[in-house]
């Protein structure tokens, strides 16, 4: 069964600072991966999506990895601002039920001014 | 409109009522998901529209649970004799036709006291 995982669960940071997520899944037989971001009281708003056969992709500021055989992905922001607060989920789609995501529990990031 | 719809944003009900969510697609889009998130979780898969047949619904929890889209566009997310266990953030999704990537609504707040 298909387990994903986001370290860390809560993340503040001094703006300006480049800071990295983390996202872990248990089985890399994936059909893709997507990022998305999720503000209080909102929906989820996609940031990224990586198919897999590629290893990465980027979307001004953010830049996201995937290393499929070692089930990793992680979120790169750079010179990250007060409104990239937010958590973070990522969420990936298994071959064989093309159509569901799975979830991780999201990483609650907060860029202090 | 330009994106996923849901009403209501917030419904607030009492133990043993029953409630409808409904979910207003991109246009154009074949594929609906329901997901349910609880506070400080990912969200959790419950069914799968492809069209107007519910192409998976082995998410819902159980047989109070049921959701309809007989037109292929709209889609009613009902939730019978409501539990306290069933407050939670509905969301809905689209995508297109073997698209790789959903977009979700902002959600349907319910509460149940």
């Known amino acids: 069964k298909q387990e994903v995982t986001q370290i860390p669960a809560a993340l503040s940071v001094p703006e300006g600072e480049n800071l990295v997520l983390n996202c872990s899944f248990t089985d890399s037989a994936i059909y893709n991966l997507q990022w998305f971001r999720q503000d209080p009281g909102k929906g989820l708003t996609s940031l990224l999506l990586?198919?897999?056969?590629?290893r990465e992709q980027t979307s001004g500021r953010l830049n996201a990895s995937l290393d499929k055989s070692s089930g990793r992905s992680t979120l790169y922001i750079a010179a990250s601002q007060p409104g990239d607060s937010a958590t973070y989920l990522c969420?990936?789609?298994?071959?064989?039920?093309?159509?569901?995501?799975?979830f991780g529990s999201g990483t609650r990031l907060l860029v202090r001014p | 409109g330009a994106g996923v719809s849901q009403t209501p944003s917030n419904k607030v009900t009492e133990k043993g009522k029953y409630v409808e969510l409904r979910c207003d697609p991109i246009s154009g889009h074949t594929a609906l998901y329901w997901y349910r998130q609880s506070l400080g979780q990912g969200p959790e898969f419950l069914i799968y529209?492809?069209?107007?047949?519910?192409?998976?619904d082995s998410g819902l929890p159980n047989d109070r649970f049921f959701a309809v889209r007989p037109e292929g566009s709209v889609s009613t997310l009902k939730i019978q004799r409501t539990e306290r266990g069933d407050s939670a953030v509905y969301l809905c999704?689209?995508?297109?036709?073997?698209?790789?990537?959903?977009?979700f609504g902002e959600g349907s707040r319910l509460t149940v006291l």
């Open positions: 969420a990936v789609r298994p071959p064989d039920s093309s159509y569901k995501l799975i």
């Open positions: 529209f492809q069209g107007t047949g519910a192409a998976d």
């Open positions: 999704a689209t995508g297109g036709y073997n698209t790789g990537e959903l977009f």
């Open positions: 990586i198919q897999s056969s590629q």
